[in-house]
Every structure is written in C-alpha cells, then in structure tokens.
C-alpha cells in the first residue's frame, strides 16, 4: 500500500491548472449540468415561494393607479405589457428544448409562473390607467395574441445566455421606469407621473426580473465552467444578434422602442453599460474585447478517442472567480439540501473542470 505525503498532496493541487484542460468526458459535463440545474431549481423554488409570493390583483391598491399620466407614459405601459404577452409562447417553445431537463424544465415551468403575473400586473396597470376602454385592451391583446413568438436560438446554451441578458436587460426598463413614477425624472415630459401604485409595480416586477437574471447567471457559469469555449462562442452570438423578446411581432414596437429611449429607460447606453457590460462582468468576463480574445485563442482538439477536448489560455477571463462563484452556489445547494435530506441519499456533489 503507498502512503501519500500531505505536504506533497497539497504541493501537487496547487500546481493543477486553475483553468478548464477538458479532462471531463462530455457525458460527464452533462450529467453535472443536469445535476446543477436541478440544485439550482430546488433551492430557487423554495426561495421564490418564501420571499416573492405576490398577487397582481390583491397586492396593489388599483382604484388609487393614476388615470392622468402622460401619453407617452401610457405607451411605456402598454408596451410593457405587450412584451409580457407573450408568456404562453416564451414558456412553451423553450420548454419544447429543455424537456429532458428534470432541473431546467421544471424552472421553467415557474419562471413562467411568475412572468405571467407580469403579464397580469401589466394588465391591470394599462386597465386602471382608463387611458383605453375595456374594449381596446381586449382588441388589442386578441391583436398581440395573433402573433406567436419564436425563439431567437433553438439549443439550450444559447438560450441560457440570451435569458441572462434579456433578464437583466427587462430589470433596468423596470428599474428605470420606478424613477420616473417616484417623480425623479429630469424629462420634462415625465414631470406630472409621479405615481406611488406605480412605483410599486416596478419595484415588485423588477425583483422577480432580478431574481431570474440571477438564476440564469448561476445556470450560465455551469457551462461557462464546464463548456467554456463553447460558452464563450455562445455568448459572443448573443450579444452581437441581441434584440429585446417580441419586438419583431408587436404593432407598433418602433414607437415604444423610441418612447421608452428617450425617456432615458433604455437605449444603446442602457444596453451596452448597465446589461452587457454588467453581465459579462457577472460571468467573469473582462469585457467584449476579452471576449473575442478568448474565442479565438480557444481551440477544440481530439483527445486519443477523437472525443473533443478544450485547450484554452483565456486572458481576460477570470477562470479562478467563475469557480469559486460555482462553488459558492453549491454550497448553497448543500444547504437546502442538508435542509431537506436530499443530503442524505443523493447530495449534488461540485466536481472540478481540471
Ligand atoms: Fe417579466
Ligand atoms: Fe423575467
């Protein structure tokens, strides 16, 4: 029997490459992220049920919702609610991909929960404001309905880098609409929109909109960690083809679009700074120049049974931050599953990517 020396075991871990080498078959990439993903739902799920049960119609006091807003106000909410329309197609076409996924199909199911009480909220909110009748928003809605959603990409990785950045990019039009209904605009147009049944809309909206970004972030680091070049091509298509849920089926989406940018909501600006910047920064990536960088210099090469393994030197991508961010989540795994008992019988268990 051979007697290893700790001194010389911790020697040997601390020269290990602190980046991905591929030395996980694909398989076994897969059968971590599937486990990942089902961590992630279970302890989300038990959060979001303790911390953001709301209701659309009983939590807000909707006789008090102003019915004097500004026109373009009353275009921002009812484009709002358009994009939020589309809740049945959002749900049912990536679920069509995700299906196998115990994990990501099941969260989806209950993201789809809660984005429906947004389509609610949004309801309300144009139905109150009395700006149209009863009959329009119905016209209207039957109007959007007859237009279905299609997913911008039709495989699991991208669109789990499209839902981080779209996400996020949907809390700051919330965020940024609550400054205009708590009255601190500087848009003259917006001086007379104060409104505190408004300021609560947002601020519940955008709780749920970052408790999503930051779960999509957690699933995103998974395969950054575990399929880093592939990720890193993925994100870069995102980027580079973005564009907001809906925007090529809802009427009218061009006034909204020039409404809601000079309103100081979301523009390029918005969008460059406060989304990709800020994501990619979540996911340990320097910036965009990082990013391509990192692209290029990532190779795909076959290992001895022609399976396809990483060889990567990634300047600008902080590999040692990514794994420390998914050890952290699995560890808060652990915790609700020492909670529950999962622990027990069949713990999620953090395997390292070298
Ligand atoms: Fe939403
Ligand atoms: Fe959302």
Redesign the pocket.
């Known amino acids: 029997m051979t007697s290893y020396d700790p001194e010389i075991i911790k020697e040997l871990e601390s020269q290990r490459p602190k980046i991905p080498v591929g030395l996980l078959s694909r398989q076994e990439k897969d059968r971590l992220l599937e486990r990942g993903f089902l961590g992630l739902y279970r302890w989300y799920v038990a959060k979001s049920q303790a911390s953001r049960n709301w209701n659309p119609d009983k939590d807000f006091d909707w006789r008090k919702f102003r019915k004097d807003h500004s026109p373009e106000m009353n275009t921002i909410l009812e484009g709002f609610f358009a994009v939020e329309q589309y809740v049945p197609d959002y749900v049912t076409k990536l679920l069509q991909v995700i299906r196998k996924s115990h994990g990501r199909s099941h969260f989806h199911i209950r ?1 789809g929960s ?2 429906e009480k ?1 389509a609610d909220l949004w309801f309300n909110s144009v139905l109150f404001s009395e700006y149209r009748s009863p009959k329009w928003l119905d016209e209207y809605m039957g109007q959007l309905r007859g237009q279905e959603w299609h997913l911008p990409w039709d495989d699991p990785m991208h669109m789990i880098f499209y839902t981080v950045f779209q ?1 996020r990019a ?1 809390q700051v039009n919330y965020l940024n609409t609550a400054v205009i209904a708590r009255g601190q605009s500087t848009n003259p147009t917006y001086a007379n929109d104060a409104d505190p049944v408004l300021v609560q809309v947002c601020a519940k909206i955008a709780a ?2 970052a408790a ?1 970004y930051n779960f999509f972030l957690e699933g995103a680091r998974l395969f950054l960690y575990y399929y880093p070049a592939e990720s890193l091509q993925a994100m870069s298509d995102i980027i580079r083809h973005f564009a907001m849920p809906a925007g090529n089926v809802i009427p009218n989406y061009d006034v909204f679009s020039e409404v809601v940018y000079k309103a100081g909501i979301y523009g390029p600006r918005e969008h460059s700074k406060d989304v990709v910047q800020k994501a990619l920064e979540n996911l340990g990536v320097s910036g965009r120049k990082a990013l391509e960088a990192g692209i290029k210099r990532s190779r795909l090469v076959p290992d001895e049974n022609g399976n396809l393994r990483e060889t990567a030197t990634f300047d600008g991508i902080d590999f040692p931050a990514i794994e420390q961010k998914v050890r952290r989540i699995y560890r808060v795994i652990e915790g609700h599953e020492k909670e529950v008992g999962f622990a027990d019988i069949d713990p999620t268990i953090f395997v390292p990517n070298y």
């Open positions: 993201w809660e984005e947004h996400e949907t749920d909109e999503h």
